[in-house]
């Protein structure tokens, strides 16, 4: 399996080549489907989320299709994901993002997509496939499970490692050296806590950095 795990997507020319060179072939001739249903309960602006768009269309990609799991039958779904090269997952709300990919029926199959296609993902997007969302916002995880009902906090698993996104943010309190330093012991494997111009790779298990910014490595 191959994974492009971002704090802020395609922020960097180098965290761009880094997603095609995952893909094996140049971006106009990649297709990927763009998954936003993590950004579904997010309230205010979205500006962030066309910036994160836009920064694909710069990109030249054959085609950008928008699939929301949440708003559409599997049967429509499915084909499109299928079709792409890149599966490529909003930032937004983690447990929103995890209870949809369950219960859509998306976990099931995601063995088999990413036998062939890539997982790009976003902030929510990226910390969805370790283990736990043990280093998610717990803000908005109690916001969700007030407002929905709904509490999440196992992930795929996909990574046998941690993402925190947007470290040194000062709009995330939670994404700071000390603060991880503090639960680091909590958390049974590696974390990587990345800031808006840093991602990972992972293939096959096998991580590399990519950033033109600052990133941590704990455990």
Known sequence: MKFLLTSNGLSTPAISRALFGLVGKPSSETFIAFIPTAMNV??????????????????????LDIVDISALPKEVWLPRLEAADVLFFSGGNSP??????????LREI???????????????GSMVVSPTLILGNKDKQIYYESVFGYSANEGLGLVDLYIRPHLNSPDFPHATKDYLDSVAEEVAGK??????????????G??????????LVLN
Request: net charge negative.
């Open 42 to 63: 997010e309230s205010g602006s979205k500006d962030w989320f066309i910036n994160d768009l836009e920064n694909i269309l710069k990109q030249g990609v054959d085609s």
């Open 110 to 124: 995601l063995p088999d997509l990413l036998a062939t296609k890539v997982w790009a993902g976003i902030s929510a």
């Open 96 to 105: 929103h993002l995890m209870r949809w990919i369950i219960e859509s029926g």
């Open 191 to 204: 974390i990587y806590a990345l800031d808006d111009w840093s991602a990972i790779t992972v293939v096959d």
């Open 206 to 215: 096998k991580v590399e950095v990519i950033s033109d910014g600052e990133y």
